[in-house]
Nanobody, 121 residues
Framework: QVHLVESGGGLVQPGGSLRLSCVASGTIFRINTMNWYRQAPGKQRELVAV???????DYSDSVKGRFTVSRDDARNTMYLQMNNLKPEDTAKYYC???????????????WGQGTQVTVSS
């Protein structure tokens, strides 16, 4: 069974920084695309950052230049470095990863439970 666990969220002042982590565990054969989503209460879930198996990245316009996504394949971990945070960044942040297990070669998307980020003065 694959498990994704996010961490690193918390309360930060505008202009501050946080680094989120997402650790994948289980009988993992390979992880392709890794994504960060965020969702504010009552709002649609929003894709904010993508990193593929070659470490190519993409960002939503709202976070471009402020957020950096990276991955450490040896640790099955994805990171999101968030700088110059704004109140509009307040949301629960989720990792979403395309993973193949040894027991099932097919690649499927898995979700973490989320970590809360609150940006407030």
């Amino acid at each position: 069974q694959v498990h994704l666990v996010e961490s690193g969220g918390g309360l930060v002042q505008p202009g501050g920084s946080l680094r989120l982590s997402c650790v994948a565990s289980g009988t993992i054969f390979r992880i392709n695309t890794m994504n960060w989503y965020r969702q504010a209460p009552g709002k649609q879930r929003e894709l904010v950052a993508v990193i593929d198996s070659d470490s190519h990245t993409d960002y939503s316009d709202s976070v471009k230049g402020r957020f950096t996504v990276s991955r450490d394949d040896a640790r099955n971990t994805m990171y999101l470095q968030m700088n110059n945070l704004k109140p509009e960044d307040t949301a629960k942040y989720y990792c979403n990863e395309e993973i193949a297990m040894y027991s099932d070669y097919r690649m499927r998307y898995y979700w973490g439970q989320g970590t809360q980020v609150t940006v407030s003065s």
